[in-house]
């Protein structure tokens, strides 16, 4: 157990796991991952995890709700229908702590200040307003130079009137102080709202067994489903792959474009591009596919696109959420078979865990399009 235990308060349920021993903690979610892929067992290997072992000060990503409590701003997580302030959490690394104290600092001490959420991407903060405007606020030459000697690096302001369970909407961003982008420990570019992954190191190491599982050639087409800010672009590409990204966040996608040396990316709903995937793809059987979707997992119309229309040699499916990768194997087996299933610890102290799958077409579903073709 991490010994800053105390900072948390009783009612916090976001860490499961804060009082098992760190091998009961890594057991306990491969054994779910096993429950939840049952018939799989043989396929699924021993759960990854950073090394040393760090469960404590690794989360540099926060979207915490903010309330004034009469006296000063408060930000925590929801519970139920209160707020429970979280300052201390033994999960946020010192950037995220001191942040956040020094931009406290700097609101106005009234509740008739309409910030609702306090976000923080790394170095980018941003504080989203329940207004349609960014309310005038300011930051003085005193808690700018705070927070660049904090490391700190943009604030923006984002006016949302109808903020809640979507957080941010398209219009009024404002950036108040610093610069728009900024770079991650291996130098690409990503913005305030930019989806990476908090344990980097660890997701390499995914990235690194679905690149060793492609056996890409020179060539070969890779499509990058849920691409984000073109991390696993990066790996494919390096290989000679041809690939083809698409992501749904503008701001991704315009870091990705960047940071890939102008890769061929769309912007949209993966299932909204089916139409331009299948135009792009020299042979819709000879190439690979990866995807890294949110929670909700692959959109069903593109599960019915790879039993339907495609055929890939090879995929790569790292998923964040047991429930919804059961659902999509579980759709995907009518054609497709798990060569490994792989456990990744990327949120130590929390019951979550990904689970990265590597799969293989059915040698009868081969043999099908085969003679389809004769």
Not at 17 to 28: G, I, M, R, T, V
Not at 171 to 194: C, F, N, Q
Request: contains cysteine; aromatic residues 10%; charged residues 25%.
């Amino acid at each position: 157990m991490y010994s800053d235990i105390s900072y948390c308060p009783p009612q916090c349920t976001a860490c499961r796991h804060k009082y098992l021993s760190d091998a009961e903690s890594l057991l306990q979610k491969e054994t779910f991952v096993k429950g939840k892929l049952a018939g799989l067992t043989q396929q699924v290997k021993s759960i990854r995890y950073t090394n040393p072992y760090k469960r404590s000060q690794y989360r540099n990503k926060v979207c915490l709700a903010c309330f004034f409590d009469g006296k000063d701003w408060q930000a925590g997580i929801h519970k139920r229908d209160e707020i429970l302030s979280v300052p201390h959490c033994p999960l946020y690394t010192p950037l995220i702590k001191t942040a956040w104290q020094i931009i406290r600092d700097a609101l106005p001490k009234t509740d008739k200040f309409p910030l609702h959420w306090y976000v923080q991407c790394g170095k980018q903060i941003v504080l989203v307003l329940k207004s349609k405007t960014e309310e005038g606020f300011l930051l003085s030459d005193e808690i700018k130079a705070k927070l660049s000697e904090t490391g700190i690096e943009g604030v923006w302001v984002h006016g949302n009137p109808a903020t809640g369970r979507n957080v941010f909407a398209k219009i009024t961003w404002k950036l108040i102080w610093g610069k728009p982008r900024s770079l991650d420990e291996t130098g690409l570019e990503y913005g305030p709202v930019s989806f990476q992954q908090v344990l980097f190191r660890l997701y390499e190491d995914a990235l690194e067994e679905a690149f060793r599982f492609f056996e890409i050639k020179p060539n070969e087409q890779v499509v990058d489903l849920y691409s984000g800010i073109g991390t696993s672009i990066i790996k494919w590409k390096a290989a000679g792959a041809d690939t083809l990204g698409i992501e749904l966040c503008g701001e991704a996608v315009e870091c990705a474009v960047k940071n890939t040396s102008g890769s061929y990316i769309l912007r949209g709903k993966c299932s909204e591009r089916i139409p331009q995937i299948n135009q792009w793809l020299d042979d819709k059987q000879n190439f690979k596919l990866f995807a890294n979707p949110p929670r909700t997992g692959l959109e069903p119309q593109i599960t019915e696109w790879l039993l339907k229309d495609l055929s890939p040699n090879k995929i790569a499916y790292l998923s964040c959420s047991p429930g919804t990768l059961q659902r999509d194997l579980q759709i995907l087996s009518a054609v497709y078979q798990i060569s490994k299933v792989i456990p990744f610890d990327f949120f130590p102290n929390t019951h979550h865990v990904e689970t990265l799958v590597l799969l293989i077409p059915k040698l009868c579903r081969r043999d099908t399009d085969s003679k389809q073709k004769l």
